[in-house]
T-cell receptor
Framework: KAGVTQTPRYLIKTRGQQVTLSCSPI?????VSWYQQTPGQGLQFLFE???????NKGNFPGRFSGRQFSNSRSEMNVSTLELGDSALYLC????????????FGSGTRLTVV | GIQVEQSPPDLILQEGANSTLRCNFS?????LQWFHQNPWGQLINLFY???GTKQNGRLSATTVATERYSLLYISSSQTTDSGVYFC????????????FGKGTSLLVTP
């Protein structure tokens, strides 16, 4: 079966711009979580969606937002980009949230210049 | 919040050697997983192991929840085992958010 698909793989944006990243979960998985990975902070939880509802949010500013569609695909948006937003953004899907079956995509590497 | 500490931070092995990676966590958890991050950045789920022992080929893992640690064993290492190994825990009432350790960077040389 197809894995978790993230698009695009690489992205270069300018400070102040906004960006939208996409994540298509494994078929049948209804939970999608997003993580940010940076050399300094490591892997940090952004938010989790289940059946189009955000169930949990990490400690990130309001510039970071997301949504989930009825087909479980999810998007995350970062507005007013800052240099510090440069990171690898990973999404993971699971049948119902965390636990067994947690599968990550290959990530989107965002560079802000 | 819960602290997750992994050791060692870096490890260099010759092909064929065995190794043990450790993950200590500071409080009770609902879930513990081990991941391998390959050079392309993808996190591969190795084990879902909140307690007990599991084996998958050359890899095995043991979690002693009462003592708050987990071990990942790699036997007969291969160059393809290189990468970063992460331990991640799901604290109670975390809403499925995983807390990751800083990882162990493993390099296996021919």
């Amino acid at each position: 079966k197809a894995g978790v698909t993230q698009t695009p793989r690489y992205l270069i944006k300018t400070r102040g711009q906004q960006v939208t990243l996409s994540c298509s979960p494994i078929s049948g998985h209804r939970s999608v979580s997003w993580y940010q990975q940076t050399p300094g902070q490591g892997l940090q939880f952004l938010f989790e969606y289940f059946s189009e509802t955000q169930r949990n949010k990490g400690n990130f500013p309001g510039r970071f937002s997301g949504r989930q569609f009825s087909n479980s695909r999810s998007e995350m948006n970062v507005s007013t980009l800052e240099l510090g937003d440069s990171a690898l953004y990973l999404c993971a899907s699971s049948p119902s949230g965390g636990g067994y079956g947690y599968t990550f995509g290959s990530g989107t590497r965002l560079t802000v210049v | 919040g819960i602290q997750v500490e992994q050791s060692p931070p870096d490890l260099i092995l010759q092909e064929g050697a065995n190794s043990t990676l450790r993950c200590n966590f500071s409080d009770s958890v609902n879930n513990l997983q081990w991941f391998h991050q390959n050079p392309w950045g993808q996190l591969i789920n190795l084990f879902y192991i909140p307690s007990g022992t599991k084996q998958n080929g050359r890899l095995s893992a043991t979690t002693v929840a009462t003592e708050r640690y987990s071990l990942l064993y790699i036997s007969s290492s291969q160059t393809t085992d290189s990468g970063v190994y992460f331990c991640a825990v799901e604290p109670p009432n975390s809403g499925y958010a995983l807390n990751f350790g800083k990882g162990t960077s493993l390099l296996v040389t021919p």
